[in-house]
């Protein structure tokens, strides 16, 4: 099964979303510490904008506004089911990053997303190119050796799986600006969280 609209995978995210897929929320889970202190470098004036937002209960822990974006049937059938007062926005980033528009007063965040994009560094640069005030990416495979496999997600779907390394995240880091600083944190194996920030 490919990652693609699927009445199995809609259902798996939404008891995802809920818990009753792993027995656990978000809030509850081994992660949200770390998303937390990410977003704790963010300022809260900032729209968050949620790349492969899911069913975005992301928004559930962000103080300012919230603007999630995926694909069309993950929008209309798991974010707007689980999270139905939030802002949501239907695009396939990885074609269309520049459509997100102006990212003045905005941060880009992104949970476990460049991981299953094949190709994450060339997203990552287009999208440093609308000039978000910061990036901030959570649950990202970091080595040095580069590498992309396949993995299941959802119903057993398969996504990609793409470690980055440091060295390219320190020069987008120059891109988005000379003076930014990166943060990493580490979560378990070569799992890591990353802020970029101006």
């Not at 008891?15 to 889970?29: A, M, V, Y």
């Not at 495979?141 to 398969?158: F, I, M």
Request: negative net charge; proline residues 2%; charged residues 25%.
């Amino acid at each position: 099964m490919t990652w693609e609209k699927n009445d199995e995978i809609i259902s798996q995210m939404i008891k995802g979303s809920s818990g009753e897929l792993w027995g656990k929320t978000l809030e509850q889970s081994d992660h949200f510490h770390i998303m937390k202190k990410t977003l704790s470098h963010i300022d809260k004036s900032f729209t968050m904008v949620d790349i492969g937002c899911g069913a975005g209960d992301v928004s559930k822990f962000w103080e300012g506004n919230y603007l999630g974006v995926d694909l069309e049937w993950v929008i209309n059938n798991v974010a707007k089911v689980r999270n139905p007062n939030q802002q949501f926005l239907s695009l396939n980033v990885v074609d269309n990053a520049k459509l997100i528009g102006s990212c003045a007063k905005k941060f880009l965040f992104m949970n476990a997303f460049l991981d299953v994009v094949q190709d994450p560094i060339e997203l990552l640069e287009e999208l440093i190119k609308l000039k978000p005030e910061a990036i901030v990416i959570h649950r990202q495979r970091v080595d040095d050796n580069l590498k992309s496999e396949p993995r299941t997600s959802y119903a057993g779907a398969v996504v990609n799986s793409s470690v980055i390394s440091k060295d390219d995240i320190k020069r987008i880091t120059f891109k988005l600006n000379e003076n930014s600083s990166v943060y990493f944190y580490h979560w378990y194996d070569e799992w890591y969280s990353i802020v970029i920030t101006k």
